[in-house]
């Protein structure tokens, strides 16, 4: 069930990433991986830091609520440290960040069709 949502400034080829991030959120013990949906935003127009120069990695985890908030830092630090090593890679100045928020049960429908 849980997104992995990586949205990007058009510069970063972020296709790379995507299965890094996909296996590091399905390793975890309390992820089916067979429920782990992964995809990337590319952004055209972007400005990090009044600067339209600077690329930019953003991860947005969403996942079922329900989970501790230690296991969501857990999340949170293990995404970013990641993108992190992703970005620097890159060569360039990169803002990197990661978001995660919960998906409410009672309004979530999915079905593979």
Do not use: W
């Amino acid at each position: 069930m849980p997104h992995v949502i990586v949205e990007h400034s058009s510069d970063i080829d972020a296709k790379p990433l995507l299965p890094k991030l996909h296996d590091l959120v399905a390793g975890f013990e309390s992820v089916r991986p067979e429920a782990v949906k992964t995809r990337s935003q590319m952004y055209r127009f972007h400005t990090v830091s009044g600067d339209d120069q600077v690329s930019f990695i953003h991860v947005e985890f969403r996942l079922m609520q329900g989970r501790n908030a230690n296991l969501k830092n857990q999340f949170a630090d293990a995404l970013f440290a990641s993108a992190k090593t992703f970005a620097e890679a890159q060569g360039s100045k990169c803002g990197v960040s990661v978001h995660v928020s919960e998906l409410e049960k009672e309004f979530y429908r999915t079905e593979l069709v």
